[in-house]
């Protein structure tokens, strides 16, 4: 796997976003997932995950979190930055939120949007003192359990066919349609008579195939 940055730059990374989230968890007060989402819509987090050595070594955590939440346009008194860090489970949660997006070479975004920063924070307990490929084989089974079906996946599974059946009935070749339910071809961007194919045979509206997720039940 090709990464961002260089595994020498890790660990200034990593006790910069350390800093960061607990700074601006304890003393700002933030809310952890308030803070995420600041620091992905401000870019920083974009320059971050790309190894920006002026965002991950040039910055100190405290520093960021003041150009993170100055950009958002909030207005408020930041507090001094502390002397030492110590090793927090806020602290803990941006530590190792730095090693999964590196190690992973996952967007911030992308992340966030399959893990919430409370749910990081959860698993600090069974996980500080553990090595870090043990989250990141955490996070990615989480990350597999909560993947979501695509549309055309779930009106097949409605109407009861495998995928070679639906293949069979469609003229759809079996192979483009796995690509189109894993997502690794985009269903949208398929010939309109491939579509109406598929959506005659299970009996869809077309834009009911259009489109990458559905949301999962709670069944």
């Not at 502390?82 to 992340?111: M, N």
Request: aromatic share 10%; hydrophobic share 40%; charged share 25%.
């Amino acid at each position: 796997m090709i990464r961002a940055y260089a595994e020498q730059y890790l660990h200034d990374a990593m006790a910069n976003l350390g800093e960061a989230f607990d700074y601006a968890i304890n003393a700002c007060k933030l809310e952890p997932d308030a803070f995420m989402e600041l620091f992905i819509a401000s870019g920083y987090a974009d320059s971050f995950g790309k190894g920006n050595p002026k965002i991950i070594s040039g910055l100190s955590g405290t520093e960021l979190v003041i150009e993170v939440i100055m950009k958002s346009g909030k207005t408020m008194e930041f507090p001094d930055a502390q002397v030492a860090y110590d090793c927090s489970a806020k602290y803990w949660c941006g530590w190792i939120l730095a090693y999964y997006q590196w190690y992973s070479a996952r967007s911030f975004r992308d992340i966030h949007a399959g893990i919430s920063m409370q749910e990081i924070l959860k698993l600090y307990p069974t996980h500080h003192e553990a090595a870090e490929e043990k989250f990141a084989d955490t996070v990615n089974a989480i990350f597999m359990r909560k993947k979501q079906p695509t549309k055309l996946q779930a009106q097949r599974k409605k109407c009861g066919y495998s995928q070679k059946e639906l293949a069979e009935k469609s003229g759809v070749n079996l192979r483009t349609l796995q690509q189109y339910e894993l997502g690794t071809k985009k269903i949208g961007k398929a010939s309109a008579q491939t579509v109406a194919s598929l959506a005659n045979t299970l009996g869809c509206r077309v834009e009911d195939l259009i489109g990458s997720t559905i949301l999962l039940s709670e069944d």
